[in-house]
């Protein structure tokens, strides 16, 4: 099995480019060759990102809410994502969105979406970009 994380550490943090954001190899090797897997993780990565929180103009992706991608050898994909807040009133469809859109990926398998809130969300953790566009920065 072969691992794409976005742990903490590879979150986004304020100052840093989204595109420098990419999920980090795992330590085992995939039996996906890496340009098919490169190519996926972009493309999941392109999907999370038309999934919006619908009380902040910015989506998912650059807010610093996906804390882990997981592609396996059968592509499926497991992410790790947390909201703004536990009580966010669309605690229960955010899933359901994010599993919608990476769905629509050409190539990706089964899809998990986790809901985790450990570490909490910060605002330290959306991109340059969210921050710009919410006057933040």
Known sequence: M??????????????????????????S????????LDRLTDDIIAALKTVYDPEIPVDIYELGLVYRIDIDDDRGVAID???TA???PVAG?????????????AGVGDIR???????????????????VALNMY
């Open 2 to 27: 072969t691992s794409e994380n976005l742990d903490q550490t590879a979150v986004e943090t304020a100052g840093e480019a989204a595109d420098e954001a990419k999920p980090v190899p795992g330590s």
């Open 29 to 36: 090797e995939s039996a996906i060759p890496p340009e098919e």
């Open 81 to 83: 994502m947390t909201l």
């Open 86 to 88: 536990p009580g966010c």
């Open 93 to 105: 469809e955010m899933p359901g969105w994010v599993e919608n859109a990476v769905g629509a990926v």
């Open 113 to 131: 979406v986790r809901m985790v809130f450990d570490p909490p969300w910060s605002q330290d953790m959306m991109s340059e970009e969210a921050q």
